[in-house]
């Protein structure tokens, strides 16, 4: 099958709604990819036949399939297709104008409301989707520097992480200093920490404080139903332990209990992290666990093969 990728022209960059990374890894001259890109690459090794449509003079270029990377952001639907005899797509999130949905033969998202939404519009088929891990692992020290990161964007549509975060701050845990506590945010604190508690915020890169951790914590929000971000997962491909909100789209993916830990409320996270850090071998097992799992049904040659077995149904 011959495939276009095509990125919408709305796209601020190239990595989807993820956050930025540094400059050198997120540039794919040096080999790094976003995990969809990843994916779609990996279709090559599959048969398919896959390349860029990123100019105006390939539009007439003929193909089997032209995949839209972002189909949230796109402003305009292509209505010649770009020469392409069908049209699929990711959607992360719900777009401005959902009627461009139904212009889809297929539509991959891991939003239950994004599904919907192009199914009722009329695409042709909705699938969920995960668009799986990021190729690049950070190096994992000899002895983790941090017990518990708790990880997340914080800002407009994130309440609930905001309050967690406040309420794991105030814990014993934090104000006795009985484990160092390390924030990877993509913005400042919320105002309601309290000045002298015994926190850590750290300007490092987030993948490289996860990977430094034995615990790394997700917090889920309604407005990012995608789930943990690409930094969550390279530190489980790292070999920390990941305790995660028990809403989040990971219990779909990775098994509770054996490959993920998960917690319920304010006090559950609280307890859960005092469970795990004392119980080091049953912690370890489930990071090494949920590291194996994520090779197997994440990386990208996984994910293509999934996608694949798709677009082969179309």
Sequence with gaps: MKIKVFQAPAAESGNLSYPALPAERNDRASGW?????????????????VRRDEIAEDRDSACDLLFVEDAARLDVLPADRRGARLLAGYAEHLP????????????????????????????????AWFPGAAPYTPARPAAPALDVVFAGRIGKGTAVRSKRLVELAKAPLGLRGEFTIGYALT???????AAGIAMHLED??????????????????????????????AALAAGAMLLIDQGDWLR???????????????????????????????????????????????????????????????
Excluded: N, W
């Design 96 to 127: 401005d104008d959902v009627t461009l949905l139904g212009g889809f033969d297929l539509i991959l998202s891991p939003d239950p409301a994004v599904r919907a939404a192009a199914t009722a519009a009329g695409a042709g088929r909705a699938e």
């Design 187 to 193: 913005a400042p604190p919320p105002p309601d920490l």
């Design 33 to 49: 990819l976003p995990p969809l890109a990843a994916t779609l690459a990996a279709l090559r090794e599959l048969g398919h036949g």
């Design 252 to 314: 779909g993916v990775l098994e509770p209990g054996t490959e993920v830990a998960t917690y319920f409320g304010a006090q559950g996270l609280i307890d859960a992290v005092y469970r795990h850090l004392a119980d080091e071998e049953g912690r370890r097992a489930i990071a090494e666990a949920g590291r194996k799992a994520l090779v197997r049904r994440l990386s990208p040659g996984a994910r293509a093969a999934a996608l694949d077995g798709l677009l082969r149904r179309l």
């Design 204 to 233: 490092a890169d987030p993948m490289d404080l996860l990977a430094r951790s034995r615990i790394a914590i997700h917090c889920r929000e309604d407005s990012d139903p995608a789930g943990p971000t690409r930094d969550m997962l």
